[in-house]
């Protein structure tokens, strides 16, 4: 991802953080959101998806959204303080790829089951146009949880 005012230099440190985040894409002219796996692999996201919700196919060949945040924990020790937030969102034309096997052992163990189904993984390469990296600081502990 080259550095200009569309792309975030932080974005691939903090996308390597994170495990897991949720892709958007238009169904029907309605937003739509699920979570899939990803990597970075060179200027590239590669995701992980079930193949059985069939969400690949509304993916493959159009402009789709890729979001990862710190707000579930997904990252590991050092990823965010507790008093901050961080969000990426990669904004590309996502089209359905075979990995490369250092991908794959990136990407790691492929899931058991999915919805009780077992997991069939489909891969989709997002080649990202626009990037931003959003942070907030100085969160209060009472804020940082839910009220009541």
Not at 28 to 42: D, K
Not at 80 to 95: L, M, N
Not at 111 to 125: E, G, I, T, W
Request: with cysteine; charged share 25%; aromatic share 6%.
């Amino acid at each position: 991802m080259p550095t200009d005012k569309h792309r975030d230099p932080r974005a691939l440190d903090l996308l390597r953080r994170t495990r897991y985040g949720r892709i958007s894409v238009s169904i029907g002219a309605l937003p739509f959101v699920t979570v899939a796996r990803h990597t970075v692999s060179g200027a590239d996201v590669l995701l992980r998806l079930h193949r059985g919700h069939g969400y690949h196919r509304a993916c493959d060949g159009n402009v789709v959204a890729y979001g990862v945040d710190t707000a579930g924990g997904d990252g590991p020790a050092g990823a965010a303080a507790a008093d901050e937030f961080w969000s990426v969102q990669c904004v590309g034309t996502a089209r359905a790829v075979r990995p490369e096997p250092d991908e794959l052992t990136r990407l790691g163990p492929v899931p058991r089951l999915a919805d009780d189904a077992p997991y069939d993984p489909v891969y989709l390469r997002l080649r990202p146009r626009f990037v931003t990296v959003h942070h907030i600081a100085g969160i209060a502990a009472s804020q940082a949880e839910h009220s009541p």
